[in-house]
């Protein structure tokens, strides 16, 4: 598999790394981050969460089985003393890291549920609905979705980074995937002309079942993409290679997260990216085409010449393997007018039982206020909770229809979708897909 390289880095680079946990900035992108140092640029890392969460790591700590809420919270504070050291190895200072103090495992409620400062999230670990923390960038942040989409507009305007680097969206942790929607989130928002010309966005995989192989501690070996992910889209893979000596201060540095190493299924994962080259993915945000009103949506040959938002690779849900048909491969959207057609493309449709949940976020922006609302949609074969006039079904396709507020113009979206069999199971599901609605 021959990968091109991510761009040199040099004096000019402005580094924004964003890491859901409390390692993942190291196992992801350490030699990324000390080679920017080294060249004379600038780094700053942030953490989405203190990775507060982790109930065997907390236990092996604390030598008990019955933990409190402020064990948690301490398990919090030590993750943060062992990033400082790890960073530190790698040329970060103090001042350029920052904790948001999140909550572990409750991103992906936030994201899809919490996002309003009257109704925070409350974590089921420390018992707080607002950040606990006296590092924390925000103090006593609410645990909402609001809150995080904010604090992270503050930091990239306040930095002006001409790299960021955040976590894939296909990576099967959910914290991860949370992480990158809020990130594409705020990217979108900015992109509307406060960034700097020229910002890259890439992307870093760390929990995903076929990667990384071979697993443990290899270090003669180079990490390859999952091969599902790379034939989706395999000119937009980068590798950056990294030498002996980096590949020696990077396993030091995975090392200072003693917490993590001490449990042995974790101690795997870290010490499988200690390789010859870190991975990342290249993010393009497809554009939603807007469509006259006059042309029949409907007709399914109407899509023919369309290029897809979002192409769903081969996932690696065990039960999934066990359903080879029924699995949307494809999503299409236009927009006519204020109206949102998408279409899926799902192989074996009509011969298949099974549901298809849709989650349809938009982002609306007015007056440097974004306001955010949240649809749900289903359909199967049989059943929906859509109206007769916004469905069309097709033997391997499905087209539907949302309607918007005419007054109410849309920038952007995220869709993502879950397969549940007619056992409701889920056994496959979407990454969060963004695409402009609107150029600003």
């Known amino acids: 598999m021959l990968l091109q390289s991510l761009p040199v880095v040099q004096k000019q680079t402005r580094l924004l790394v964003i ?6 900035e190291t196992l992801g992108c350490a030699g990324v981050i000390h080679d920017v140092i080294a060249a004379g ?12 969460g982790f109930t065997v790591a907390t236990e092996e700590q604390f030598h008990r089985l019955f933990l409190t809420n402020e064990d948690y919270v301490n398990s919090g504070y030590a993750r943060q003393s062992e990033t400082l050291h790890a960073l530190h190895l790698l040329g970060v200072p103090e001042k350029q890291i920052i904790f948001l103090g999140f909550p572990d495992r409750g991103l992906r409620a936030i994201w899809s549920d919490y996002w309003n400062n009257s109704q925070p999230y409350q974590s089921r670990y420390t018992g707080s609905d607002h950040s606990p923390y006296t590092t924390s960038y ?6 909402t979705g609001e809150t995080v989409l904010n604090n992270l507009e503050q930091i990239m305007l306040a930095f002006q980074p001409n790299l960021i680097l955040a976590p894939h969206p296909a990576d099967e942790h959910p914290d991860h995937a949370s992480t990158w929607a809020f990130v594409a989130a705020a990217f979108m928002k ?10 890259n966005l890439y992307t870093y995989l760390i929990h995903r079942g076929d990667f990384p192989i071979p697993h443990g501690y290899k270090t003669d070996a180079l990490l390859s993409p999952p091969k599902p992910l790379y034939q989706t889209q395999p000119s937009s893979w980068l590798q950056y290679p990294i030498n002996s000596d980096m590949e020696a201060l990077k396993e030091q540095s995975i090392k ?3 917490s993590q190493i001490r449990v042995p299924i974790m101690s795997s994962l870290l010490y499988s990216f200690i390789r010859k080259n870190e991975l990342f993915e290249e993010v393009h945000f497809p554009l939603i085409t807007q469509i006259p009103l006059d042309v029949d949506l409907r007709n399914l040959d109407t899509w023919s010449n369309q ?40 192989p074996g449709f009509s011969k298949k039982r099974n549901q298809y949940d849709v989650s349809i976020v938009t982002f609306s922006l007015s007056d440097h206020q974004m306001s955010r609302e949240k649809q749900t949609v289903y359909f ?61």
């Open 256 to 258: 200072e997260y003693v």
């Open 41 to 52: 640029g600038q780094v700053m890392v942030v953490f989405m969460t203190n990775g507060d």
């Open 138 to 143: 925000q103090q006593n942040a609410p645990y």
């Open 190 to 199: 900015l992109s509307k002309g406060e960034f700097v010309p020229g910002v």
């Open 19 to 24: 890491a859901p946990h409390c390692d993942d």
């Open 380 to 440: 199967s074969k049989a059943d929906t909770n859509l109206s007769p006039d916004d469905i069309v079904r097709y033997p391997d396709d499905v087209i539907i229809k949302i309607s918007s507020s005419p007054t109410q113009l849309k920038n952007f979206l995220f869709i993502r979708v879950e397969t549940k069999n007619q056992f409701g199971i889920m056994f496959n599901h979407t990454v969060w897909q963004p695409a402009f609605l609107s150029k600003f």
């Open 307 to 346: 290029e897809p938002i979002l192409v769903n690779p081969r996932g690696v849900n065990p039960v999934g393997a066990l359903e080879p048909k029924g699995k949307i491969t494809s999503i299409y959207s236009y927009m006519q007018g204020n109206t949102i057609w998408i279409r899926f493309h799902i």
